[in-house]
């Protein structure tokens, strides 16, 4: 191997690394979702509010404000 291929071993074993610190330390404070900006509040996690955490009241209903 040459020295290319072990810098970019490294690298991406870092991004993989700090990936997973990142989602444990997500899950250790009670984030039910990751990556859902709402994610603490949410009940059920996303899939118990279909995505809608972030948006809206009138998003959430199906309504279109650009009438």
Same mark, same amino acid.
């Given at each position: 191997m040459q020295w290319i291929d072990w810098i970019l071993i490294g !690298? $991406? !074993?870092? $991004? =993989?690394?700090? !990936? =997973? =610190?990142? $989602? =444990?330390?997500?899950?250790?404070?009670g984030k039910k979702c990751i990556g859902c900006p709402e994610s603490g509040s949410c009940q059920g996690g996303c899939a118990g509010c279909a995505g809608a955490c972030g948006k809206a009241p009138s998003e959430q209903n199906g309504e279109d404000d650009t009438h």
């Open positions: !690298a $991406i !074993a870092l $991004i =993989v690394g700090t !990936a =997973v =610190v990142y $989602i =444990v330390k997500a899950k250790r404070s």
